[in-house]
């Protein structure tokens, strides 16, 4: 018998920040389940623990995150005196630029569920992200020197607003390829995912692109 489980998210608002590799707002890739398994893998809705009913009243996700910085990076580079090849490495993490990226994630309320291993929903999704230069790391890592030259075309920013609706399914198959058995998998769960995008808005800014060289007595750009 299958125990009847309604999920109702109310006002729930998560705020995550996020460094380094940019990162999904919904629940993990293995961890979603009900209405989360939409945006984040469909085959979860076949796999124990997904409650036979969910609905979405209101769940409302906003992140940010950067693709150079990283606890990590602080932590190893923190007070520590830098040789050459700590510069080259920081530098490395920002060979395409310093890039922040924002995002608002709006699942339509009362249009997003999941019965069983089906599930249907509705969203609305704005993202705005901006690239920073490396020059002004370059020079205070390393100064700026007669012959130097300063690369500016790595700057970039972009916006855009989406709405869609996503449909997906769950099977659950029974695994008889025996080695698999032997290390105790005995049924696997496959997910497909549908979606209708309409695009509402997308902006790219003009942003300067040049270099700036430094001669003996004069700097140009």
Known sequence: MQQLLM???LA???LEPAWGTPKPLYAGFLQARGTDAL???PANLGLPGNPFLSLSLLDFKVGTWNNALSMR?????SGKYLNEADKEEL??????GWRWTGRAYLPLPLFCFTIGKFGLGTFMDASASVTFSKAPLEVALRGFMPGDRLDFRDMEAQAYVISGVTA?????WDVVYEPLRSWGFSEVSTGVALKYITGWAYARAEVPEGELGMGEYYAWG
């Open 168 to 172: 997906a399914y769950a099977h659950v």
């Open 7 to 9: 999920i109702l998210v």
């Open 91 to 96: 530098l490395d993490q920002f060979r395409d």
């Open 12 to 14: 729930i608002m998560k």
């Open 39 to 41: 945006a984040g893998n």
């Open 73 to 77: 990076l602080y932590n190893r580079y």
